[in-house]
């Protein structure tokens, strides 16, 4: 109960999705709602198996300030989930983040999506290699990579294989193939929703588990420095 009520508690006041519950009422449930909704979360846990409305988004476009409206790589998609979906995610996430930290499977320099690291220590060391540069008089060199579309991109096997070398098994890897799997997505524009679409490469967008899975099929191999003195950040 504690692990649920604390991402319950983490949960930011965001649209629901397609099921139309949202964090406030759940907030909102009693002791025993809540024990039922836990029990709901360990069949899905041992069982593997998703609701069906957990595995859709509903993809929301949003015109980029100052943009075409007529043009429609200008929109921006926002994609909404179930609040269930997410609630579960984020009790799920935390242990597997908390695995990754204390056995040091993430990379030393990476800052992006950890507790107590954020872009300001990306900063600070950009800012003491320029000054160290300047005072050696030696010259300094940075290349900054930004991946398009990266979630929509995210290697799926790339995932799995990655979590099986990192030495998860059982139920965690279980979770994470099913929560991939099956995903379906719907387009809506005003008050009418498109055909549903399947997605069948990369992770979820709105998604809490996404952020996690993905950057571990591309980062801890992708980006290790080839020159020696060199060093990488992930922001």
């Known amino acids: 109960m504690f692990e649920l009520e604390k991402a319950l508690s983490k949960s930011r006041n965001t649209s629901p999705g397609s099921d139309r519950i949202s964090y406030h009422m759940l907030r909102h449930l009693s002791t025993s709602s809540l024990s039922h909704i836990l029990r709901l979360f360990n069949r899905v846990w041992t069982e593997g198996i998703f609701p069906m409305q957990w595995q859709e988004a509903l993809v929301v476009p949003i015109l980029k300030p100052g943009k075409e409206p007529k043009d429609p790589s200008n929109y921006r998609p926002i994609a909404l989930t179930s609040c269930f979906s997410k609630t579960l995610e984020r009790m799920v996430n935390t242990r ?34 320029i000054r160290n540069a300047f005072v050696r008089r030696n010259h300094l060199v940075s290349i900054f990579v930004d991946i398009e579309k990266a979630y929509d991109q995210t290697w799926l096997f790339g995932i799995h294989r990655t979590l099986f070398e990192f030495g998860f098994r059982g139920q965690l890897s279980l979770f994470i193939k099913n929560f991939l799997s099956h995903r379906v997505f719907k387009v809506r524009i005003g008050s009418t929703l498109s055909d549903p679409f399947v997605q069948l490469e990369g992770v979820p967008q709105g998604s809490v588990l996404s952020v996690t899975l993905f950057y571990h099929p591309f980062f801890p191999n992708s980006f290790k420095p080839s020159i020696i003195g060199s060093r990488h950040t992930i922001c």
């Not at 990754?100 to 800052?111: F, G």
């Open 96 to 129: 597997l983040v908390h695995q990754l930290e204390v056995n040091n499977l993430l990379p030393l320099h990476q800052s992006g999506f950890r507790k107590g690291r954020s872009t300001l220590d990306n900063i600070l060391q950009l800012e003491s290699e």
